[in-house]
T-cell receptor, first 113, second 112 residues
């Protein structure tokens, strides 16, 4: 049973470019959340998708956008990259309703130069 | 604003000893708490969770204690092993939201 898978594992982009990160949730999970983790910090909530809609959003600018597909997989898009966007981007999945543990992937390490 | 925080950024213990990692929270609306372990180069791994209607929950070698009076959460690891070396995060979730609010993490180092 595959867990949460993310691609790519590493990515290097130049300031001003755009990036798309991808996530496949754990089997049986229909909710996908995205987090940004700066070096030495805890993960920060970006947004959560359920039934192909953004259900909740954290304190991130509109440059950060996402999408969820009918098969529950998800993409995170970041436009006009800034140096400060360099971080580990984590995808997590969970069953849709109620409190349940998030299952995290191993993340995509994004470096903006 | 309200936030989740950890008392100690680093903790060093000897193999076989018990470890206690502490976490303070200030959001009285939080009703679900969870501990994660994160090893280098990996995503956070679920350890144990607890709802606000409980004050203690046990897992395999781990126990989470919740003290709502002083808004304190702790993770106890029994017979700590070298494989327990990692960064540990506590996180809280409010009933009205779906986001987990993470603390900054405690680095646990287990020495032989």
């Amino acid at each position: 049973d595959a867990g949460v898978t993310q691609s790519p594992t590493h990515l290097i982009k130049t300031r001003g470019q755009q990036v798309t990160l991808r996530c496949s949730p754990k089997s049986g999970h229909d909710t996908v959340s995205w987090y940004q983790q700066a070096l030495g910090q805890g993960p920060q909530f970006i947004f959560q998708y359920y039934e192909e809609e953004e259900r909740q959003r954290g304190n991130f600018p509109d440059r950060f956008s996402g999408h969820q597909f009918p098969n529950y997989s998800s993409e995170l898009n970041v436009n006009a990259l800034l140096l400060g966007d360099s971080a580990l981007y984590l995808c997590a999945s969970s069953p849709g309703q109620g409190h349940s543990p998030l299952h995290f992937g191993n993340g995509t390490r994004l470096t903006v130069t | 604003g309200e936030s989740v925080g950890l008392h100690l950024p680093t903790l060093s213990v000897q193999e076989g000893d018990n470890s206690i990692i502490n976490c303070a929270y200030s959001n009285s609306a939080s009703d679900y708490f969870i501990w994660y372990k994160q090893e280098s180069g990996k995503g956070p791994q679920f350890i144990i969770d607890i709802r606000s209607n409980m004050d203690k929950r046990q897992g395999q070698r781990v126990t989470v204690l919740l003290n709502k009076t002083v808004k304190h959460l702790s993770l106890q690891i029994a017979a700590t092993q070298p494989g327990d070396s990692a960064v540990y995060f506590c996180a809280e979730n409010m009933n009205s939201g779906y986001a987990l609010n993470f603390g900054k993490g405690t680095s646990l180092l287990v020495t032989p």
